[in-house]
């Protein structure tokens, strides 16, 4: 399909939907390869996520929705009433950096890095829209991580835009806590 046209479409869908969607979702709606889908991502975004654009993508893992230029993040606010400063517990935060930097993680793992339950602490992060929750094949158990929304206020279009990053979502002493921790559960 040309690209053009492939871009035109996907802009299109991708307006009209109000959730993130996946490529594969995107490529069986426009009915062409996942790979063409996400090379016109990589063009889509090369266009869109720039300070002139209004309109941005963002890229969640395989999950793709157009959002507000984070710089307008304040005007957006004041026009649709949304409560954007709602403030957070320092535990909250702590455990919210911590799904941030390492997730996605399982309960057991954010509680192994905490030292503490974090029940209570997750069921309110996933109410204020800032954790998603989804199911794990591999750990059989749900795992937590950084909602779309979350990305959306910090003001970054991939978990990987954050701050530090790639210095803190790699560290041996949380690597070897999580290690010990899978092999105490086997």
């Known amino acids: 399909m ?16 109000t959730k993130p969607i996946s490529r594969k979702q995107l490529a069986k709606l426009v009915g062409v390869a996942e790979a063409e889908v996400s090379a016109a991502i990589t063009t889509l975004a090369a266009s ?27 005007l957006v606010a004041k026009a649709t009433n949304v409560e954007l400063d709602t403030e ?9 950096t911590i799904i941030a930097y390492r997730g996605p ?17 997750l069921r309110n992060l996933q109410l204020r829209g800032l954790v998603d929750e ?23 279009h991939e978990v990987s835009e954050l ?16 290690s010990n921790l899978a092999v105490s559960s086997l």
């Open 2 to 17: 040309d690209t053009e046209l492939l871009c035109s479409q996907l802009e299109s869908l991708l307006f009209v939907l």
């Open 48 to 74: 869109h996520n720039i300070s002139s654009s209004g309109i941005h993508l963002l890229i969640d893992d395989d999950l793709i929705q157009f959002v507000t230029n984070p710089e307008h993040a304040d």
């Open 88 to 96: 957070l517990t320092r535990p909250s935060l702590e455990t919210l």
């Open 105 to 121: 993680l399982t309960k057991p793992e954010i509680e192994a890095i905490r030292g503490v339950n974090c029940s209570l602490i």
């Open 134 to 156: 989804r199911d794990d094949v591999v750990k059989m158990q749900p795992t937590y991580r950084l909602s779309t929304d979350a990305l959306r206020f910090f003001g970054v």
């Open 163 to 178: 701050p530090d990053y790639s210095t803190l979502h790699v560290n041996a002493k949380i690597d070897a806590l999580l």
